[in-house]
């Protein structure tokens, strides 16, 4: 069986726009990885000598500063591509937060097939113009936000995301810890945790088994988000 054709999340990848034909093409270079979490898929400075498609699980992309310090730049879901790169190695490390799947695509087959097939690589280029957009929104929250806008903000983008995907949107599945949600906010793990303690305490969110986080009061996280 094409595992392509029969892939449940194919619509939200970049395999979306191919033909049965191209796909069966797809699936003759692709490999497929799981991964448990904590799994690192490659590291920063490595070769760039593979693409990967997320199919499920969660994974986050970081750099590691020169003082030492870890910047998360993106927290990728199923449907989301990774391993994009402007030169021979990648520019950031990919390490998955839950247990994940992913398809992995050699680099050199998989740019003779975009040659191949120009819509494919219209549509690599469309979700790379959203990955641009998500972190234009990430400057903005590591820009003039408070902690608490911040957070708010983080939250609505999940629940917002897993509505595109069809999931539903409230309570928002929150799998990355506080240290995660830290440096991706560029926030401590202290403030993290007392400003969950703070948006329960007044009856914004509240906390579900699962990592999950009910939005309680959603017209409050807006203007929260927006500093109201």
């Known amino acids: ?71 998360i730049t993106g927290f990728l879901v199923t449907g989301d591509f990774l391993g994009l790169s402007v030169n021979d190695s990648y520019a950031y490390t990919a390490e998955t937060v839950t247990s994940s799947s992913l398809c992995r695509f050699p680099r050199k087959k998989i740019d003779a097939l975009m040659d191949e ?44 995301r897993a509505a595109r995907r069809g999931h539903k949107e409230n309570p928002v599945f929150v799998p990355m810890s506080r240290a995660d949600i830290a440096d991706y906010l560029g926030l401590t793990t202290e403030t993290v945790s007392r400003t969950f303690t703070q948006l329960k305490t007044v009856g914004v969110i509240s906390l579900q088994e699962g990592n999950k986080v009910l939005i309680a009061d959603l017209d409050a996280m807006y203007d929260l988000a927006e500093g109201s």
């Open 1 to 71: 069986m094409n595992p392509c054709g029969a892939c449940p999340v194919r619509s939200l990848t970049v395999c979306a726009a191919l033909e049965p034909e191209e796909l069966r093409r797809l699936a003759d270079i692709l490999q497929t990885v799981r991964a448990d979490a904590g799994h690192t898929l490659f590291s920063e400075g490595d070769g760039a000598d593979a693409l990967y498609n997320v199919t499920s699980g969660t994974v986050k992309l970081y750099k590691l500063l020169p003082d030492g310090r870890r910047q």
């Open 117 to 160: 097939f120009p819509k494919m690589q219209r549509r690599l280029f469309s979700m790379a113009s959203n990955e641009l957009a998500a972190a234009q929104d990430q400057m903005l929250l590591l820009g003039r936000k408070t902690a608490k806008e911040k957070i708010c903000s983080f939250l609505l983008m999940l629940s917002q």
